[in-house]
């Protein structure tokens, strides 16, 4: 029988299958009753410093091929997260804090609390507008993220992963600039937009919004190979993967660990034990005895 | 997005409408839509009317209800869905809808012959489809006693033998559903609550409507009674738009 | 009876539908033919100085929601694609010489040769390689954009339109940069990959490719919208445009034309008709008279 | 992209082999595959079999054919398809099968009882399946007369009586093609001729494989005489992979 168990950093997972940020991960309960079905990790709603509403609905465009989503980074705010994270840990295993702000130091502010409420590590959610230049995000900006990076490393003891966003020129000066994370995930959502034709407005009251699913798979495949060329860095691969077959071309074009969200949307919660099940008939099927032998066999 | 011209609109409460119009899905009892008026924002709200045509009965709550109270007849509504689960079709014999606010807009399909009625409101204008029912067969509640029983929907309840009712079916504020579910729990009657949070993406995705790790707007609104045992959180606390956990 | 006519640069267009460059536009015989079966104007392949066989095959990967190829710009060269724009011309709608190129000379003398083949105007695609950098599009690099076209416009007279790739983290100072083209269009195909589980390799030969087709569109229409909004430019809409309803979609977003391509793979080439019948329709329906009437509407 | 694996391997002839495995879609006589070998490249090659196990019978011409005719049984090939429209079923009674080169491979699914045969080669050497005919009905040529006729296809078809077939199947280089083409245009007889150019994508969009605005890969590679006399490119000019227009 093949192991469907991987490593991300120096965190030991059941399944490649983690709960993806932003999804279903906003209240405790449903993120222990997420680990509870077959996930081998949840990441939580990216939290900030403050209490924010996010963009008032619609919030989400349902697309054949995905979804587009302008939740706007609503969360409670660091402060009133910890019962949630409380919560989520009796599900037994790894929770991992997503984090955004815009300076090193609210990052660092965030990941201590984050570490205090007991979290397993920290994800970067480097997507998030960029105040000092504008129009771009953080994480478009290498020299921002390299100090973000190294400044959180000098504070925290728990894993550090940085997610990366896909709307950029140059992923490798960033993902250069992220060297010192502990894992990248990618990719986050690509920039989109929805207009009702009949009503004809955009339809996000945001007008854009971050295109997820299935249309968004190959792009992430692509980042997640080019960056493992390059860098060698480990790497969490997520964006539209709905099956086994998504979640191998992933693997094998670099990722150690997956994250799915938007499937959840067609499949329910209970996708997390069928991507391990069907995992694990694929090694089966074609020789593999661990998730490890198959990352990045495209490479070469 | 799904889009019908509005066939009618029928004022029938202070301000609650009915807006009707055509929509050749099939639509069950219990299900709802996400009605978008465009620039202004989109609410969850039940289908009070699943035949042909269908219907909403929205009340104006603020500033996403108030714009789709306003639509004219021959103005166009916005909207997503169905989504959601439905109300089991009741068996044979009598039964009850209870219905708090607008809550009875959801249970609205489900009046028959059959059906006795529990409708509680702040005050007698407030109160709707009480003409629905057999005369004989609803109760009116207000808060302020303008009409029916001072009193809310439990008080009503206490009143009743529910011996004679095959299934109860409640849609309302959760504190009130909280009432009625401790009430008749040592019962044993066969109960469903529809239950009422914040929704965003209504798709089970966005976890601003979760209950203890269910989703609301996908596997209910309508949950059972044994559902609602394991729910800690029904009636106790809820998760505002932020995410920051509140009492209810 | 509403009218489907509309205008880009200077060059009236039948119906808003052209020919997108790439797809069936190597052959004069089948642009000939193409422009007989609706479409308003056909932009020919991407045509460079010397020939170029292209990546080996595989070129082509079909996915459920759209295509990756990698044909690598493929092309005859310039001296040897007069004959196909003889015959393409045969068709009596405009034929737009699509060129690319790495230095504003190439760009120039390229177009110079084009103008002489009759074409009707001129498309700039911005994205192959850029050999000063490395690793991005010439597209990426504004100085580069800006002098491009100062010097084509200062040496031909026929309309010069730009094409933008997606694959950029700053789009605006891009279309800034492309500010005295006639018109932008909009977009390229997107970077992505695919593996081949089973044989553990990306299918393409070239193994990157760019992603076309309906998982694209939404992306397109978000740049459409911000690049419209942003500098009111004449904008030509492409990128997964399979229906009426996604024409109207840019339109509303703020394009004044289109192109399609992909679409020709699932629907064939009767595609072009039928999205002018339906155009039409829709356009009978919602009581509109113009194209440029519902151009940008969804801005407002 | 699909993958089966290779069943067996038989070599028919000189550096050609036919390569059998299981495919479960329906496959019809002239349609093809993109047969991909991992890091190689990919080509056009027809299914000389469309029962079951399904079959290929390829050359080694080059860089891309030479990995897949090294395929042994076991291995997986890998192919997309099937593409392109097919021959259609000949009438009842006697049909001539007209095969040059490879060509005889997309024509083999349909040697039956009644199909008469012409297959032209360099070399005997280089001939193949025409064992799979009544031994009375084939005519082999070759270009340096090792076997049978020494000629080409058209050699052999001058000395045949037309009239006696229903039909005529025609499959091998453009050259020879035309030549059969001008041949039988006068004498009004129903042909069908597969035709190949270079294919890249095969699903109609590179333009690498049109004749006179038709994409070969989709609309063929089957035409009758009534499409051939409108392809003025047919015999005459093609483009090369670069899109460069050459004489043929
Ligand atoms: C599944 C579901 C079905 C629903 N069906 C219906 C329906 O059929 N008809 C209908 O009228 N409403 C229905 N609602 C409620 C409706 O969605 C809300 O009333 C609406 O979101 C209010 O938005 P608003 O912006 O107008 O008001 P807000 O600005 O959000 O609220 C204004 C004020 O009204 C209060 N308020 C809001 N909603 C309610 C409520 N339901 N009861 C009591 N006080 C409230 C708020 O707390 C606030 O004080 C349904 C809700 C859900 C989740
Ligand atoms: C629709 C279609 C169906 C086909 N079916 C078959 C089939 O069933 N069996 C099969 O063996 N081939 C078939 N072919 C031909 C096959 O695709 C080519 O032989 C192949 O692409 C050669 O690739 P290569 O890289 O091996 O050779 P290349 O390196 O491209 O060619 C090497 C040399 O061989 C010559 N050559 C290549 N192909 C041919 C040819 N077909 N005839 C004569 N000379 C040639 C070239 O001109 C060159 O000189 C088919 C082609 C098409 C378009
Ligand atoms: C509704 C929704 C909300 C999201 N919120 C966040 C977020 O708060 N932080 C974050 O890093 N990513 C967020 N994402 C992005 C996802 O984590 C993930 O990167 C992306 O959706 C691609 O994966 P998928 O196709 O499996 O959903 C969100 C995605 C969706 C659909
Ligand atoms: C097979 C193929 C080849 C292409 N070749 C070119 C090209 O040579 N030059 C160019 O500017 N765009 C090229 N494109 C991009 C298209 O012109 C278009 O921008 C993109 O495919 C999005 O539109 P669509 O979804 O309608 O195909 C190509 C696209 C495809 C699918
Ligand atoms: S409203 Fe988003 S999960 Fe229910
Ligand atoms: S092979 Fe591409 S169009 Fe036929």
């Given at each position: 029988m093949p192991s469907i168990r991987t490593k991300i950093g120096p965190i030991s997972l059941e399944n490649p299958f983690m709960l993806a940020s932003?999804?279903?991960?906003?209240n405790g309960y449903t993120m222990k009753r997420i680990l509870e079905n077959g996930a081998s990790a949840v990441v939580t709603k990216s939290i900030g410093t403050d209490e924010r509403t996010g963009?008032?609905?619609?919030v989400i465009v349902e697309l054949p091929y995905g979804l587009i989503n302008?939740?706007?980074?609503?969360?409670?705010?660091i402060d009133n997260f910890g019962e949630e994270i409380k919560i989520a840990l009796k599900g037994n295993r790894p929770v991992i804090g997503s984090i955004f702000g815009s300076t090193p130091e609210e990052f660092v502010n965030l990941a201590l609390k984050m570490e205090n409420y007991g979290v397993n590590a920290i994800e970067l959610n480097l997507s998030c507008p960029h105040v000092?230049?504008?129009?771009?995000?953080?994480?478009?900006?290498p020299d921002l993220v390299e100090e973000i990076i190294k400044e959180l490393k000098s504070k925290i003891n728990i894993p550090v992963f940085s997610k990366l966003s896909?709307?950029?020129?140059?992923i490798l000066s960033i993902a250069k600039a992220a060297e010192r994370s502990d894992a990248l995930v990618m990719i986050n959502t690509v920039r989109a937009m929805s207009i009702d034709i009949y009503a004809r407005k955009p339809v996000l009251s945001n007008k854009y919004g971050g295109l997820s699913g299935q249309a968004i798979k190959n792009i992430g495949v692509r980042y997640v190979y080019e960056v493992k060329k390059e860098t060698g860095q480990q790497i969490v691969g997520v964006g539209g993967i709905e099956t086994a077959e998504d979640a191998v071309e992933y693997i094998m074009a670099g990722a150690s660990a997956l994250q799915v969200g938007t499937v959840i949307h067609k499949k329910g919660i209970g996708v997390f034990k069928e991507l391990s099940r069907e995992l694990e008939e694929f090694m089966n099927h074609e020789g593999y005895e661990t998730v490890s032998e198959m990352t990045g066999v495209a490479l070469s | 997005m799904n889009f019908s011209i509005i066939l009618s609109k029928e004022v029938v409460a202070k301000n609650t409408v009915t807006l009707k119009f055509s929509f050749d899905k099939r639509v069950y009892a219990g299900q709802f839509a996400m009605v978008w008026t465009p620039g202004k924002g989109e609410i969850p709200i039940s289908f009070?009317?699943?035949?042909?045509?269908k219907g909403i009965t929205i009340k104006n709550y603020g500033d996403m209800s108030a714009p789709i109270v306003a639509l004219n007849a021959g103005e166009r509504i916005f909207f997503r869905g169905p989504y959601g689960n439905s109300f089991t079709k009741p068996k044979d014999g009598d039964y009850l809808l209870i219905g708090g606010g607008s809550g009875i807009a959801s249970l609205?399909?489900?009046?028959?012959?059959n059906a006795h009625g529990i409708i509680s409101a702040r005050s007698m204008e407030d109160l709707?489809?009480?003409?629905?029912?057999?005369k004989s067969k609803v109760i009116a509640t207000t808060d302020d006693g303008?009409?029916?029983?001072?009193?809310n929907a439990l008080d009503a309840l206490r009143?009743?033998?529910?011996?004679?009712?095959?299934n109860i079916y409640v849609c309302g504020p959760e504190k009130m559903m909280k009432g009625i579910y401790d009430y008749i729990k040592p019962k044993n009657i066969a109960a469903e609550f529809s239950l009422e949070r914040p929704m965003?993406?209504?798709?089970?995705?966005?976890?601003?409507?979760?209950v203890n790790g269910i989703q609301i707007c996908k596997t209910g609104p309508v949950f059972g009674m044994d559902s609602l045992r394991d729910?800690?959180?029904?009636g106790t606390t809820r998760l505002m738009l932020s995410g920051k956990r509140v009492n209810i």
């Open positions: 932003g999804i279903l991960d906003e963009y008032s609905t619609p302008a939740i706007g980074l609503a969360n409670p705010g000092k230049g504008f129009g771009s995000e953080v994480g478009s900006d896909p709307n950029v020129t140059d | 009070s009317h699943t035949g042909d045509p609205a399909p489900m009046i028959s012959k709707f489809f009480l003409d629905k029912f057999e303008s009409f029916g029983i001072k009193g009143t009743l033998d529910l011996e004679k009712f095959q965003k993406c209504a798709i089970g995705i966005c976890d601003s409507c979760s729910f800690t959180e029904f």
